[in-house]
């Protein structure tokens, strides 16, 4: 049975950094692409990047272009997410999810078949 677990939420203050972990199990991680995607209170589950198999080709969400960095080490089964220049309105529970796709699969989260438990990201101002 395939696993997600995502790590390392918390409090930071705006401006700062921080990095998000998704730990894999139970199915070959190296091929199969892979999303991040958050959720504040009160609104829908929104993309936030994806990134491919092994040619670990991107995409972001204009939202947190150019301060968020998807990437993965294949050999850890192990998918993160760098985040700098926080802003309050990132705040939200970040959730780590698994395509049956190769390529990047992009921001529709039907195209994801397997999800994380999530990790709260608070940022205050």
């Known amino acids: 049975q395939v696993q997600l677990v995502e790590s390392g939420g918390g409090l930071v203050q705006a401006g700062g950094s921080l990095r998000l972990s998704c730990a894999a199990s139970?199915?070959?991680?190296?091929?199969?692409?892979m999303g991040w995607f958050r959720q504040a209170p009160g609104k829908e589950r929104e993309f936030v990047a994806a990134?491919?198999?092994?040619?670990?080709?991107?995409s972001y969400a204009d939202s947190v272009k150019g301060r968020f960095t998807i990437s993965r080490d294949n050999a850890k089964n192990t998918l993160y997410l760098q985040m700098n220049s926080l802003k309050p309105e990132d705040t939200a529970v970040y959730y780590c999810?698994?395509?049956?796709?190769?390529?990047?699969?992009?921001?529709?989260?039907?195209?994801?078949?397997?999800w994380g438990q999530g990790t709260q990201v608070t940022v205050s101002s």
């Open positions: 999810a698994q395509s049956t796709m190769f390529t990047v699969a992009g921001p529709r989260p039907g195209a994801y078949d397997v």
């Open positions: 139970g199915r070959t991680f190296s091929t199969n692409a």
């Open positions: 990134i491919s198999g092994r040619r670990s080709t991107s």
